[in-house]
């Protein structure tokens, strides 16, 4: 495994990478296709839905003022990487659990229905790397959940790994027993689409991954 200022054809001169977030689930899921991002540097954004916004342009445009928001501070030559998750129930935006009780709230209307989950994926070039691309992707997966019990929700809420989760459950925690049927790419709903990712780091100059 190596950082990536490694990776392109061995120069040490080579743009950084910046995770733009803290997210251990996405750096875990970069070192899974060899990256070690040189810095992760979360970006501070108000991530307040404007009035009428749907889940698609929402994600979309979390992931791209994360990266230029990350971009604008960085002197040196780098790529920035941001992601953004949404957990959707047709156009509404479920909340991040931030407490027991929203993620009671996003538990509540998930028990026995399918709903989408949108990560958009964004990559920003600083200003003094010329050479980079911007490009973003975006990824929808359907999952469904069963029925859940008043019991099966407590379960849930004292097993703590909702803390911080779009919709209020973590795909790799304990809500996994409870999903029906995934369709679409389960890395994106952790965090990070990893096909898309690694499509974008491949379409730089320099071949940032083989």
């Not at 998750?85 to 229905?113: H, M």
């Amino acid at each position: 495994m190596t950082s990536s200022s490694q990776t392109q054809e061995g120069l040490s001169t080579a743009p950084l990478l910046v995770l733009a977030s803290a997210s251990p689930r996405r750096i875990a899921l970069l070192e899974q296709i060899g990256l070690v991002p040189d810095r992760v540097l979360p970006a501070n954004i108000d991530e307040t839905p404007r009035k009428g916004e749907v889940p698609r342009v929402y994600a979309q445009r979390m992931a791209a003022e994360k990266a230029c928001l990350v971009a604008s501070t960085i002197a040196e030559p780098a790529l920035v990487l941001a992601a953004d998750t949404v957990v959707a129930l047709g156009r509404r935006i479920l909340p991040k659990a931030e407490d027991r009780e929203s993620a009671r709230f996003c538990l509540e209307r998930l028990s026995g229905r399918r709903h989408t989950v949108l990560t958009a994926v964004t990559v920003t070039p600083t200003s003094s790397w010329a050479q980079g691309r911007h490009g973003v992707r975006l990824v929808e997966t359907s999952v469904t959940f069963s029925r859940l019990t008043a019991y099966q929700i407590d379960a849930l809420l004292e097993a703590g790994d909702w803390s911080g989760k779009a919709g209020g459950y973590a795909l790799q925690g304990h809500a996994a027993s409870f999903i029906r049927a995934l369709s679409g790419s389960a890395s994106a709903v952790i965090g990070l689409p990893l096909f898309e990712t690694a499509q974008l780091l491949r379409g730089q100059p320099g071949g940032w991954l083989a």
